[in-house]
């Protein structure tokens, strides 16, 4: 009988947390499972970004790691949602090698669709390309919103507004 009320209650614990659609820690949003803080209220490189995300989290976040079509489309929605159109910093960057994207716990940001944007070729003007485009000089991940909220690349002394996640 005790058991049956402990687990009773357990199911209660669930239900609730159910119904209030947030798993994540307050002032997260939770979007497709992942627990994202927009900080639309700062504006900053992309370095100091990457450090304001783990001094932000007490160390348990990091800037955003972004790698399901879903969770990009939802990111979407909610900036439009809320009408922010601003530009966010995610935590991809390919400065320690050039053209090796990774996010800021190594593992490899995705390429091509449904992630980066498209631009046309240079030389080509029917040719159509995705970024990232700008070698170098472009080392660190942005959604831009004149992209569409779409992946960029970005000189990372550019600044635009932390986007944040729990690690997971
Ligand atoms: C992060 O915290 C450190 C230590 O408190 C501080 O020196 C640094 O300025 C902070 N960085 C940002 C970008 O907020």
Redesign the pocket.
Known sequence: MKMLDKSKLLLLAALAEFSLGNNCPTGFEEINGYCLQFHAEVR?NWY?AA??CV?ITNGLGMLAKVDHGNTLRGIAEFIDDFDMKKSFWLGGSDESVEGDWRWRDDTRVPFGTPFWAIHSGLLVISAWDHEPSGGKGENCLLLNEERLYYFDDEDCSHKAHPLCSIYQ
Request: without cysteine; proline residues 0%.
């Open positions: 900053m100091d450090e304001f001094n």
